[in-house]
Structures are given as structure tokens and as C-alpha cells.
């Protein structure tokens, strides 16, 4: 494989490959990581390169893949454990909540937990029921707990290094909709992006648009559309991290351009997005000009395969959401 | 409430051997019950009571589970399908197990018992539209089925509150808790588990240990229990092994254990069994074991040990069976017309089951999604269209 | 006991004894909530009058509590089950999400679960760590779990009841700092709450101070400690259910009052304020003559109890945070 | 990874008797490992080996136990300290343990185990700062002494991970996860505890059977299972019964538990004691529990116990005890005054230690808070003068 043409689960698995041979305190455990390369191949070849004590199948214990990193990591190691489908994150809030997020804490800094929590989420892949929740919401108001969502190749290896890097708990979410979807230049070597910093993707005047992760395709496609359509000057936000949240750049943004839509995948009611409009109403609401206009999933779960396509924002509906923003038009 | 003078805590006498306080597992697998060995030999008296046309029925629905899986899979391959869990080498533990419950029993499937469902009265065609993702197949109350467990060990504190629900009632009915190996390694299972023990609820931990969760063996990573009816002895319940590719044996061990069950003993049946096929569709088991072991196991494949009995009991002619898979093809046939003719009631679906009543800003969020699909046709199409994962 | 002069655990113990006699399916268990009658003693009396049939200790199991009385309500009960802190819902997070929340849905309306869990919930009242957690805002966010959350004796008693008769699953977290710190008319019979309806505890024109719960004492004693030092005229607001959340009364009174101020104890960012600003801002923009002020927990974990007091909003806070509401000085 | 034409489960052999094929639990209470019995009487030969100042050791530790729980109940009525556990009744088998592990070793306590944490080297002071509320109390890894998991079980996956790395290092550690009998009622416990067998993690399972679970009895409510030791079998690790009222068989029982802890054998010991005072402060144990109960198992009480025999061995001289105690009590003087002088280092504390680094929001809510309080003084008063719940 050469430097160019990684989709993003050849980037995990890539970013996997460095960080293990770069620091032996890297180890790989969840369920089927192991000979069978993990059900989307992210491990893939990781327990041929690097053995079975540091690349370690487990029983189906979601509560103790995510509590005993919490472990692992105090005794040294730089444990990156995978959740098979963010569907069997709820089991371990509990351990998020309670230990992960809060042992430096507790300890004044005396221990700390350098893990990362790695999970394909969303839906779109016409995966079993349970396989596609999207509640990053809820992790991301978690103190202590680090949320991070990739939308590309390059980022995600790069925030997953910084992620396995990091003195601290990381919830590393990708987004499985485009595992395989496109490709792009992914070095070969080590590199890392930051966790907290939000990428402008595209710079505009008119309007700002927000998204991170599974729905960043989609929104670049609907401001594709949108541009081509009519006269309009989009600028786009990747969030990349939830929590801690890079709020200078969004804010920055809004003053400029005095609207903004925010687009993501879990549900409307307590998603993400109302923490970046209060966000953005305590800082600039003098610079809004129009209502922030919410594009979202629904406050239902998600569908099974039949029906998770109404479900998800697409780029018409994205298309369509940014264009009530730029109308001024509010609500639902 | 009160323990009056009595020590709280269950004390056992004093003793100054450590080792004779200690409680191991056994050195040695215990058995399994079986009734027709793998070369299809059997003591004729100690069969079950079922008259021919039982064992034949149990014999067809078998071939059932056979042929589903077979076509579920060969219709996933051409699009026509979602992921696929199937049962093959399992069909005598899916089988045996289900018939053996009675009317007024309700089943809590996780996902790979396919025959169960049906044997419950779930018709066939609601089977695949469960495996297309359609949630109106999951309406199987008049079946007394409830929805599939994808998540693993997500429905064994909820049908073990079911099974308490039931036992307050005046039926005498259990819930039938179907799940594989992996599940109780979950916190969520062994919860539920203990909880039952303690409430003495009727529920059946029916569990298929196919020796497999997906690619991790049970014995080398999912547990370092030799067995799962072992488990019992944490939660204070009976556990029994089974070999789960006799029909027969199955069937007998999860007649009694219901009957245990129904008098407020939470029972395990533990049916040692094997996936021939595929986790699911989706997977590629040849990553993860090797082509002679999944041999070893096709030559004790259960269906061919029934037949034996079938043919030796003079209960199976010539031909018979050929009769049989036709007529049963030929129901998965209708079936599959009758599910392509399947029409979904429109977004509305997708709103209105939430709660008892929409609330308003659910409302909202239907009127405003309609308005929109009304206005932008492009949405039908780049749904319809989008390449799908 | 006579009608008036109930604390807010009387309040629920007096609901359990109503709801319990007047419909037997009603089954109240927990751990501790038989002989012991709960820790708070909010289920004092009910195994005495209701036998231990109805009411049952549990093993410590949270997931079972939780998991369990969704098959109990689809097989025909009302269960109201107890988790003795909210520090405790994290482990069956799960239960939530993939079960309770969603049956009716899954099942297109065969099964439902007419479910309550009640939690006292939130700090100061010197608990333990992990006793006084606030994250409702993660469990209103659930699509299908309504969350209720009481502010005064008298609502507990009627939301209770709403919440019994429901036939969906509740999530009811009861304010444990005002657990016995005043007393109100509880009427003796039978009478409901409606779920989803806000509550105006105090009209007025300047501002709407929004809040629910453990913040409402404190909230109402910052108002009136302002009012009395300055001539303004503050709307209170109490939320109530955070879901279904009743958006018509919020926005009603920001179209008066022009400015908001959310109190909670939850940490800010994601917290339930959030998804306030975001519907004021959806609905009501146009009519904001200030960014909306946020007073709550900090994105900390709540301390133990030696610095808890430091964490909670307290009266002084609050009418700071409304102070600089009024003067339009926008977020932290 | 490949099982060769093996089957993937353990067979066992085929039985066609389902009694022989059920693995239920022993009728009788399995016995409990003893070497003093109740009237201090005991067989000089199998003491283990331990030199007379280590069993005065012992013996003043579990003093110090003893006085540290009067002192602290004390201290919470008069408003001078939080909700505190006591673990009166429970001496031998809170000292017995942790007296047994090593330098090296690391603990995981709950909460009802304060010796143990005294025992590691954490000094007093920061146990009273501890119940006091004090996060800086939790500084104790230089004393390898974790936080109290006051969350029930969520210590379990975290120690079990932890282990499992300290099997991977150099050293030849072991983390104890010390522990109730109600915890392994949980999902988190139960999760964790399988997890460790498959990973041959070196934890060792301490349970305190002290038989409630608050007012839960542990044999009518907690669970169906008779003992906590039986249920290593769920898990496939050894369990362990010992007398906890034993100092000595606690001793001896945790010393060799630990050693095939250290080989990569996670294991339970499951030590059967009483609590002899309320749960907690704040637990009034009346309410579900007989006096003559508690009388019952007074007289059975550990400290007496071992005295007997320490004046039997001639090691405990006449007013050798009032002396410890009268030193023990002064120590517990000096540790609460320098308690007492503990100042917190204010507010910043609250901020600071949830990331390795500060991130803007954070520095901006505590730039906040520090401006809102220099301007308002009013808000120390009223924090001050709350009443407290
Ligand atoms: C909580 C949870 N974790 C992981 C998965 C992914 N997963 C689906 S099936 C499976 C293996 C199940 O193994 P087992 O219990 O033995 O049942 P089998 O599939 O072998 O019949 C796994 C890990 C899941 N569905 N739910
Ligand atoms: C997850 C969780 N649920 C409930 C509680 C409340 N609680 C504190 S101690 C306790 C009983 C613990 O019993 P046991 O494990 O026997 O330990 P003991 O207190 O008897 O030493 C309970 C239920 C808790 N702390 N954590
Ligand atoms: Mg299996
Ligand atoms: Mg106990």
C-alpha cells in the first residue's frame, strides 16, 4: 500500500499498525480483534504483527473491556479497547462515568487512565438492529471523558494517535457509513492531529455549517449541490472533538458569517447540536442573523435496515436545512 | 424478615484443610445427556414419549430450519436479504428445544433460532421481514414471541422480569430465554441470572453453545468455565449439559427443566451443539478455525442422526423426506411473496410508536419531515439510490 | 397525618401508599425498599401494608432492577422501582437505551412498558462519592424515555402518580436535597400531575428563570432575594418533564420576558440548558434581546462532599447568573 | 487460534441419565476453613507461621480497626466527620487479609476495610480526610492503595484490568479486590470476574460475607446461591471458605490464596464474618435485623477470640492490651488533629485535575467562578452556613 488511497477503516487499522510498533505499551483487545481482525478488519493483521499478549480477543464483556483499560492504563500500558458497534456502548456508561473519565480526578492526578475506547458508530450500513445508535451527545457531556469522532482518512489516523497519546480517556468514535467509502492521501509514517481543534473544511461567507463524523460526507455533498445551485458562499465546520470542544473556531465562524446549521445523526432533542447553539447564543448571539437551524436525526431510535435511510439526514435534506437557515427560518 | 437467633449467613462447619474449603471445577468435562449416540444408536425405552407423527413433525421442522437457513443465505448473496444468523448444525438444539415448550410459553429469541420462532407460530414470512429490518415483523404477540435480543444479554433481565410477571400470574407458564455461549460472559446476563434465582422466576437460560462468539472459542476466551451449566452454582439455579445435536435428548432434558422451571426453578439447559455455517453473512469463518474441525463436526450434523432413528423406527420411508423439503420450499416460496409484497405504512412509522401519544415536538418533526419529502421528489431518489453498505 | 405538611419523601411515600391501594398491579421494588423502607425511608410502611409479594428487595443489580421491571410491565404490572442513588442509573444505562425505551416502538405498539424508576437524585446532602450525580440531561436525550424530575411536595405526589399511570417507561428523579427540607399541602387522595406540562411558579415580565428540581428552592430564593434588592419582575419557570419537554410555556415567556436564565445542577456543557437555548433560539430568536445565561454544575465531576457546596449553584450564583442576564452580558 | 480437528467445546461423555447430566449445588453448606474454633480452641501445630511479634502485630491491628470504627461513629454523631462504615465485628477479617499480601501487592478497597488501607501504610489522617469528603485523601499510590469503590463493583473490571497488567510486568504483583457479599450480585462484578479467568489476570476476590447487604440477609434476598465461593465455578477460578471471625485461618487462607493469585489464578477467598454495627451512620439496623441476632454472633466476636489464644501462647502479658490501646488511641488523636489542620487548597482543585491539561471552557468556567466570588462574599456565608443534609 502506498501513502495515497486509504479509506478510513484502512486508516484506523494503519494508525493501529504505528502506534503498536512505535510504543510496545500499546495494546489491542475487544471482542474479535484478534484472528479475525475485527468484524470491519480494523485489527486486521495486528496479532500477526504483534502477538497475542498485545493484541488479546475477549469474552463478550463490554463492562470489562472498558473497565479493565481503565486498569491497564493505570499499570502503564496504553490500552486501545474496541466496542464491536457503538449499539454496546450503553453497557459500559458505567464504567465511562464512574472510573474512566474521573480517576485523575479522584486521585488528584496521582493515577491517570491514557486509554482510548475505539467504536464504529451511525447508522446507514444496513446493520442489525442495535448496531447504529448515535448518542455522542450524551458521552460528550460525561466530565473527563474525551469524545472524538473522525470524518476522513487523514484525520482519523492522526486523531487516533493523539487519542492513544493522550494522558487521558478518549471515546474514539468512526464513523463505519464511509469505513470504505472513499480514500484519500494517508501518510505511511507517524503523525498526529489534535484533539480540540475543529477543521474548516471550506471557507464561506454566508452561512457556516457544522457536522463531524458520519455526516460530514453528506454535508459536503449537499454544499456541493448548494453551490452549484445558486449563489452561495458556504463555510464548513469539522468538529472532529466533542468534548473538550473547540468553540473559538465556531464562534469565530458564526461572527462572520451571522448564520449557521448544525447537522448530525443522533437525535434532535439534547443532541450535540443544542450544545453548540448554546454555545454560540452565549457568545455571538448579537452576530446571528437567522434562527441556527438543526438538521438531525429524530428523537426516535433508529431504524432497523428497512427504514434507517428516513432516518439519517441526507444531502437534500441538509441541503434543504441550510437553505431555511439562509431564509431566516427557524424551528423544527 | 428475621433471622431470630439464627447466624445470617449459611456458616458450614469449621475445617482445617484449606483444600477441603476450597470448591473447584471438576478435573473432568461432566457429561452431556444423550439419548441416540453419534453413530445414531439408541436404547429404544429410553426414548421420549412422542408418537411418529411428533417425531416426524419435529423431524420436518428441522428441515425447516435447514432449508431457511440455506435460502436466507443464498437470498442475502443477491441483495434480497439484510445480515443473516444462520442455524445449520444447530437445527436439533433449535428444534428440540422449542417444540419441548408448551402453549402458554412465551420465547425470548436472541437471533439464531429461526425454527423456534416459526414452531411459536411466527409465520414465516414475518421471519424475513425481521431479517430485512422491517420492525412490523417484530409484532408477534399472538405468538408469545418477543423481538430478537441483538444486543447480547440485553433480554435476560427483561424476560427474567417477564418470567416474575408470569409466575405471579395464575398461568402456569415460563419464559424461554434462548442465548449462545458468549452471552454469560455479560454483566447484563449474569444479573439477570442471579436476579432470577432469587425471585424464583420461571424462566429456561436456554443456552445453544455452538463453540463459538463469532471467531473466540468457548473454551479459549470466552470463559475459563469448562461449561456453561456449570454457571448455575453462582446464581444458586440447576444447570444441565446436553448434547444439543440429539433431537431427542434435547427435547427430553428441556420437557423436565420446563416443568422444573414452571415450579419457580430457574433452570439452565446447556446444548453443546456447532455453527456449520457462518457467524452471519456477514462473516468469513475460515479467518478463525480450520476446515477439518468444522468436518469433524458436519460428519455428527444432527439431521442425519434423527434420520437414522426415523429409518430405523420405520417412521421415515423412502421419499418421504424428498416430499417434505418440496413441501417446504415450497412455503418458503409463498412465504417470500407474500414478504416482497410487504408494503411499509410511510415514514409515519417511524414516529407515531414511540409513545402512547405523539407528543408535539415528535409532531413537529413528522409534519416538518413530510413538508419536506412533499417538496424535495430528490430525497425518494438519493434514498432509493444511495449505494447501500 | 393531616393533609397539609408534607416533606417531598413524604410525598413520594404517601404516592406509593395511594398508588399501591388503588391499583394492584402496582409492584414496588428496590434494594433496602422492604423492611428497611429505603434508605431515605420513602418506601417506609409499604411492605407492611402491601405484603412482600408487592413489595420486594433486590439484589444489588441495578441492571436486573431496571431490566426486569420492563418484562414485568409488558407482562401486566406497574412496576415502581428504586435505584437508591443516581449514581446508580449509569449501569443500567443500557437497560434504558436498548430495552425500555424502545419496546413499544419495536414492536409497533404490541408491547409497552408502563414503567417508573424512581432515583433520588443530585448533591448536598454530604453523601458518599458517586451518591449525587446529575446527568439527566444524557437520559432525556434517549428517544422513548420520558425523564421527570419534581420540584415541590405536591408535584411529586401528582407527577408520581402521572408517572404510574403512564404506559410508557419514566424516569422519575426526586430531588433529595429537599427531600425533608420543607413542607407543603399533599392532599391525602389520589390526584395526578399531568407528565410534559411546565410549570409557572411565578409570573413576570423582565426575565424567565427556568429551572427544575434540586435547583428550584434555591432558584425561587435567588428571585426573591433580587427582587427584593432591585425593582425587576422575574418568570419563573419550572420544567417539570425535561421529556416530552413542554416547549409552548418556554417560548410563551421568552416572547415576554425578551431574556432567560437556565439553572441546573448538572455540569454546563451538554446539560439539559442546552437543548433550552437551542429551542429558544429555533422559536423564539427574534424576540432575544439577551444570550441566555447559564447557571450550573461546572464539567467537573461533583466533588465529594468537603467541596460539594462549591459545585452546586447556590442563591447568590443565581442571582448573579440573572443579573448579568438583565445586563446582557452573554455566557461564562 | 486453531483447534485442529478437535471439537471447539469440551464434550463430555454422552450420559443418558439427565440427574448425571445436572450440576446443581451441594445440599450442605460447604465448610469454612478454621483453625481457632469459636471457644478460642485450637491445635497448636497447624498456627501458621508466624513469629510473636507479627501475631501481636495482628492483634493490635485489629485494635486499632476496633477503636477507629468507635472513634469515627463518634466523631459523624457530633458532626465532625461524614457518613462512615464501620467494620466492627469484622476485625480479623479485614486485618487477617491484608496483613497477607505483599509488599508489591495493590488494593482495591470498598469502603468497609479501613485497617487494610492502614495496613498498605495510608496514614490515618488521610482515612479520616477520606470520610470527611477529601479528595486529597485518594493520594495513595506511593501506599499502592486505590479509591474506595463506593459505586458497588466498579473497582472489580477496573482491578481485574489492572492485574491483568501487573501479570504482564516484571513483578510478581497482585491487585486484592476487597469486597462485599452483595457485590457479586452486580453485572460489573460478574463481568469482571470471568474476564479475569480468561485472562489468568492476578486479582484476588476478597469478599467480606458479612451477610447483609445493608438489610438485604445474604441468603434470603441477595442471592440463591448458598456461599459467594461457589460461584468461582461460573467463572472457572478456585473459591475459598474461610472463618473471617478467625484471624489466623484468614490469614493462612489469603497468604496461599494469594501465591496461585500471583501464579495467574484469580481466586475468591469468601471470608464469613457479621457487621456488628448499623451499614453505616446513617442506617438504623433495627429495622430489619433481631438483637438476638447480633447478640448471637457478639460472643463470637474476633478480637476475643484471638486473645484467648494469644494468652494461651503466652505472647499477651496482663495490661499488655490497655497499653495498645491507650497508644492506638493517641495515635487516632494525632491523626485527627493534623485531620483537622488539613486546609483544602481551594477551588482551583475542582478544575484542575480533570485533564491532564486545562481546557479553555474549564479555564473559563474557574476564571468565572473565582471573579463571581471575590465579588460576592455572600456566597461563602451562605455555603458555610447551609444547613447541612
Ligand atoms: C452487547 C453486544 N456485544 C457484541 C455484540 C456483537 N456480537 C453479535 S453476535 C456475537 C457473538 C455471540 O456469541 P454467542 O453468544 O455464542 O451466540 P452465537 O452467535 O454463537 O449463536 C457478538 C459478539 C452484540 N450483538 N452485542
Ligand atoms: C451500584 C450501587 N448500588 C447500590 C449502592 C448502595 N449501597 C451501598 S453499600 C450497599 C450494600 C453493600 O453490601 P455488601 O456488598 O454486602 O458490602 P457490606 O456493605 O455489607 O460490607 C449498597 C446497596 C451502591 N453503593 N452502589
Ligand atoms: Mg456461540
Ligand atoms: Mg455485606
Known amino acids: ?332 | 424478615m428475621s433471622h431470630g437467633i439464627e447466624q445470617p449467613v449459611p456458616l458450614g462447619e469449621g475445617n482445617s484443610s484449606i483444600a477441603a474449603c476450597t470448591i473447584s471445577q471438576p478435573d473432568e468435562t461432566p457429561p452431556r445427556y444423550q439419548l441416540v449416540n453419534e453413530d445414531g444408536e439408541y436404547d429404544p425405552d429410553s426414548l421420549p414419549d412422542l408418537d411418529d407423527e411428533e417425531l416426524l413433525d419435529l423431524f420436518e421442522w428441522m428441515l425447516l430450519q435447514e432449508i431457511v437457513d440455506e435460502r436466507m443465505v443464498t437470498l442475502q448473496r443477491r441483495g434480497e436479504m439484510g445480515t443473516y444468523a444462520s442455524g445449520r448444525g444447530q437445527e436439533a438444539s433449535i428444534v428440540g428445544s422449542s417444540y419441548a415448550l408448551r402453549e402458554e410459553d412465551w420465547l425470548f429469541p436472541y437471533g439464531r433460532e429461526a425454527a423456534a420462532m416459526l414452531i411459536q407460530g411466527m409465520p414465516l414470512r414475518d421471519l424475513m421481514l425481521y431479517w430485512r429490518g422491517v420492525e412490523d415483523a417484530n409484532m408477534q404477540k399472538a405468538h408469545r414471541v418477543f423481538p430478537p435480543a441483538i444486543a447480547i444479554g440485553t433480554h435476560i433481565p427483561v424476560g427474567v422480569g417477564y418470567a416474575w410477571g408470569l409466575g405471579l400470574g395464575e398461568e402456569d407458564a415460563i419464559a424461554a430465554l434462548f442465548h449462545g455461549d458468549g452471552h454469560p460472559s455479560t454483566g447484563e446476563f449474569q444479573s439477570g441470572a442471579n436476579f432470577a434465582g432469587v425471585m424464583n422466576a420461571p424462566a429456561l437460560f436456554y443456552c445453544q453453545n455452538n463453540g463459538y462468539s463469532i471467531s473466540v472459542p468457548f473454551d479459549e476466551g470466552q470463559t475459563a468455565a469448562q461449561t456453561v451449566a456449570q454457571k448455575g452454582m453462582a446464581w444458586g439455579i440447576d444447570g444441565i449439559r446436553v448434547d444439543g445435536n440429539d433431537v431427542l435428548a434435547v427435547y427430553d432434558a428441556v420437557s423436565q427443566a420446563r416443568e422444573h422451571v414452571a415450579d419457580g426453578n430457574p433452570t439452565i439447559v446447556e446444548s453443546v451443539t456447532y455453527r456449520l455455517e457462518a457467524h452471519t453473512t456477514n462473516d468469513d469463518p475460515s479467518r478463525y478455525r480450520e476446515a477439518d474441525e468444522v468436518d469433524w463436526w458436519e460428519e455428527r450434523e444432527p439431521i442425519s442422526r434423527f434420520r437414522t432413528v426415523l429409518e430405523s423406527e420405520g417412521i421415515l420411508a423412502d421419499g418421504d423426506e424428498d416430499a417434505m423439503r418440496q413441501e417446504l420450499n415450497q412455503q418458503f416460496d409463498e412465504a417470500k411473496e407474500a414478504a416482497d409484497g410487504y408494503e411499509s405504512r410511510g415514514i409515519e412509522e417511524l414516529f407515531t410508536y414511540v409513545y402512547d401519544e405523539l407528543p408535539p415536538e415528535l409532531e413537529r418533526q413528522l409534519g416538518e419531515f413530510e413538508r419536506f419529502l412533499e417538496g424535495h421528489p430528490e430525497a425518494h431518489d438519493y434514498i432509493d439510490h444511495r449505494p447501500k453498505g
Chains 1, 3 share one sequence.
Open chain 1, 1 to 332: 500500500m502506498t501513502d495515497a488511497n486509504r479509506t478510513l477503516v484502512e486508516a484506523v487499522n494503519d494508525g493501529l499498525h504505528t502506534a503498536m510498533a512505535a510504543d510496545e505499551r500499546v495494546i489491542v483487545y475487544g471482542e474479535d480483534v484478534g484472528d479475525n481482525g475485527g468484524v470491519f478488519r480494523a485489527t486486521d493483521g495486528l496479532i500477526e504483527a504483534f502477538g497475542d499478549e498485545r493484541v488479546v480477543d475477549t469474552p463478550i464483556a463490554e463492562i470489562s473491556i472498558v473497565g479493565s483499560a481503565v486498569g491497564l492504563s493505570m499499570a502503564g500500558f496504553r490500552p486501545v479497547a474496541e466496542i464491536q458497534f457503538s449499539g454496546f456502548i450503553p453497557p459500559v456508561f458505567n464504567q465511562l462515568v464512574s472510573m474512566a473519565s474521573r480517576i485523575r480526578w479522584r486521585t488528584r492526578g496521582e493515577h491517570n487512565a491514557p486509554m482510548v475506547v475505539r467504536a464504529p458508530y451511525g447508522g446507514g450500513v444496513r446493520a442489525l438492529e442495535h448496531h447504529s445508535e448515535s448518542l455522542e451527545s450524551a458521552y460528550a457531556h460525561v466530565p473527563g471523558l474525551q469524545v472524538v469522532i473522525p470524518g476522513t482518512p487523514y484525520d482519523t489516523k492522526g486523531l487516533l494517535q493523539s487519542a492513544i497519546d493522550d494522558p487521558d480517556p478518549v471515546l474514539f468514535l468512526e464513523p463505519k457509513l464511509h469505513y470504505r467509502a472513499g480514500r484519500q492521501e494517508v501518510p505511511d509514517g507517524q503523525y498526529s492531529v489534535p484533539l480540540g481543534d475543529a477543521a474548516v473544511r471550506r471557507k464561506g461567507t454566508d452561512v457556516t455549517v457544522i457536522s463531524w463524523g458520519s455526516m460530514m460526507p453528506p454535508t459536503m455533498e449537499a454544499v456541493d449541490s448548494l453551490e452549484d445551485r445558486r449563489d452561495v458562499d458556504v463555510e464548513v465546520i469539522d468538529v472532529r472533538t466533542l468534548s473538550p470542544l473547540d468553540r473559538e473556531t465556531i464562534v469565530e465562524s458564526i461572527k462572520k458569517t451571522g448564520k449557521a446549521t448544525v447537522v448530525h445523526e443522533g437525535p434532535k432533542s439534547g443532541g450535540f447540536a443544542a450544545e453548540l447553539v448554546a454555545t454560540l447564543n452565549e457568545r455571538a448571539l448579537m452576530y446571528l442573523e437567522a434562527p441556527i437551524h438543526r438538521v438531525t436525526g429524530f428523537d426516535v431510535p433508529i431504524p432497523m435496515l428497512g427504514m434507517e435511510d428516513y432516518y439519517l439526514p441526507n444531502p437534500p435534506r441538509i441541503a434543504a436545512g441550510i437553505e431555511r437557515t439562509l431564509a431566516g427560518e427557524g424551528g423544527v
